[in-house]
């Protein structure tokens, strides 16, 4: 069984996050992209699980990146 650190990143979920940090929330992204809500929340919740990091602080409104999300966000635009 592999562990959770092999997994390559899904570049979907990457670019379903890349969106809702460029958006700046969720309901925006997947206007968007032209998917549900649902489908945004939970492609962001997989590329968190995947990555062991929290993107997103939840507990915020407007939607805030943590400090590992806006790393992110200004870095894998290239992928």
């Not at 915020?60 to 943590?66: A, D, E, N, Q, V």
Request: no cysteine; proline share 4%; net charge negative.
């Amino acid at each position: 069984m592999s562990k959770q650190s092999d997994r390559p990143v899904d570049l979907y979920q990457l670019d379903v996050f890349l969106t809702i940090a460029s958006m700046g929330s969720m309901s925006a992204a997947a206007g968007v992209l032209g998917i549900s809500q649902s489908a945004v929340s939970q492609a962001t919740a997989q590329l968190e699980q995947s990555l062991g990091l929290v993107l997103i602080d939840r507990a915020r409104r407007p939607l805030s990146l943590t400090s590992a999300g806006l790393y992110i966000s200004q870095n894998a635009e290239p992928l």
